[in-house]
Every structure is written in C-alpha cells, then in structure tokens.
C-alpha cells in the first residue's frame, strides 16, 4: 500500500486540451513514469519537441490521418508511439485544442530519477548523462515500444505523467531536430536541471 507521500496524481486530461506548442513548453519540468511490473522508472521531462497539424509540413499528421498517425487524430493526453528509421520509437504525447484536427509533442530528453539502474541495463551503458537525452535513448531507457500505442496518460497506468519540479526553469527554443520542413518553427524546448 502506498504511504500518503507516495500517492500521486497525473496530469490532467484538460491540460493536453490546449494548443500542441504551448503544452510543449508546458510538459518541460514534468515527471515521466514507466511502471514494468513493480518496477518503477522515471525521470523529469527536459527536452520537447511540438507537432501540429495543417500549419506544420514536419508533423506525420500533415497529409492527414493515417493507420500510423491515427492516436494524433484522437483523444488527448494518450501515447503516440512510432517507429522510426527501421530501428528506433519515439514516444509522444497527443495534445491539441479544438483549433487543430491533430497534436502531439515528442518527448526528446529526460533527467533520470528512479529505476537509474534498469536504465543502465537497458541502454547498455552507466553513463548516467547518456542514458535518456535523445528520443530513442528515452524509449530505450523506459522501454517503451508498440505496446504502449494509446496508453492512457492522464490515468495511472504503465506510462503517465505527474507534476515535477516545482519551480519554473528558462526555456530554450530552437529548431526541432531531424526534419527538412517546417524549419523556421522554433517547437523544440529544452531546460536545463
């Protein structure tokens, strides 16, 4: 049984109910958990990335929906999983406000807390710093793939966020990584703890 210190709360489904880039920002400084059986792994959200719809040549929702993209199109606050350059996923975050048909902000980097040790084993590595600064070393790390597809976030489950620090760090925006449209969107975010 939990104690009254370990209970937590997720996050909201309303706060993934606003627009994709401002919950980008927004998810900085949150907690993400992983729970694999007892096993609980998590780390703070450092680094986002976000993905509109019909404004934004970058996202997969661009060309509309698709079997791939589909979780974009639905309901907010659930996992899009996908897989990518025929070895790596990348976890997002499905977020939108009723201006857009779909939303999801890429989660890129993390700030290892809890379960560092079944990180290590499963990234084959004990660099700490190495461990979930990169969208596939996150997945990697928490071992989220395919079957995480939808995964209900903002319900206490096998993936789902928390609140996180509790004071604001500056933001840093730039250009999102690895992509060839959309350029001139400064949607990539990051803070540094």
Same mark, same amino acid.
């Given at each position: 049984?939990?104690?009254? !210190?370990?209970?937590?709360?997720?996050?909201?489904?309303?706060?993934?109910?606003? %627009?994709?880039?401002?919950?980008?920002? %927004?998810?900085?400084?949150?907690?993400? =958990?992983?729970?694999?059986?007892?096993?609980? =792994?998590?780390?703070?959200?450092?680094?986002?990335?976000?993905?509109?719809?019909? !404004? !934004?040549?970058?996202?997969?929702?661009?060309?509309?929906?698709?079997?791939?993209?589909?979780?974009?199109?639905?309901?907010?606050?659930?996992?899009?999983?996908?897989?990518?350059?025929?070895?790596?996923?990348?976890?997002?975050?499905?977020?939108?406000?009723?201006?857009?048909?779909?939303?999801?902000?890429? =989660?890129?980097?993390?700030?290892?807390?809890?379960?560092? !040790?079944?990180?290590?084993?499963?990234?084959?590595?004990?660099?700490?710093?190495?461990?979930?600064?990169?969208?596939?070393?996150?997945?990697?790390?928490?071992?989220?793939?395919?079957?995480?597809?939808?995964? %209900?976030?903002?319900?206490?489950?096998?993936?789902?966020?928390?609140?996180?620090? %509790?004071?604001?760090?500056?933001?840093?925006?730039?250009?999102?990584?690895?992509?060839?449209?959309?350029?001139?969107?400064?949607?990539?975010?990051?803070?540094? =703890?």
């Amino acid at each position: 049984m939990e104690s009254k !210190d370990e209970i937590v709360k997720t996050i909201p489904r309303t706060f993934y109910e606003r %627009d994709t880039v401002k919950v980008a920002r %927004d998810l900085l400084g949150k907690k993400l =958990i992983r729970t694999i059986g007892k096993q609980t =792994i998590s780390g703070i959200i450092t680094e986002t990335e976000a993905y509109r719809y019909a !404004d !934004d040549p970058a996202s997969h929702a661009y060309r509309g929906l698709t079997p791939r993209n589909r979780a974009m199109f639905e309901q907010v606050g659930k996992a899009y999983v996908y897989f990518t350059y025929g070895m790596y996923f990348c976890f997002n975050v499905v977020a939108r406000n009723h201006n857009f048909a779909a939303g999801a902000v890429l =989660i890129r980097g993390l700030k290892p807390e809890k379960g560092i !040790d079944v990180m290590k084993k499963n990234r084959k590595t004990n660099k700490i710093s190495n461990l979930a600064n990169g969208p596939a070393k996150l997945t990697q790390a928490l071992n989220i793939n395919k079957k995480q597809y939808g995964v %209900d976030l903002a319900k206490k489950t096998e993936l789902y966020i928390t609140s996180g620090l %509790d004071k604001k760090k500056k933001i840093f925006a730039s250009k999102r990584i690895g992509i060839k449209n959309g350029l001139h969107k400064l949607w990539n975010f990051k803070i540094s =703890i």
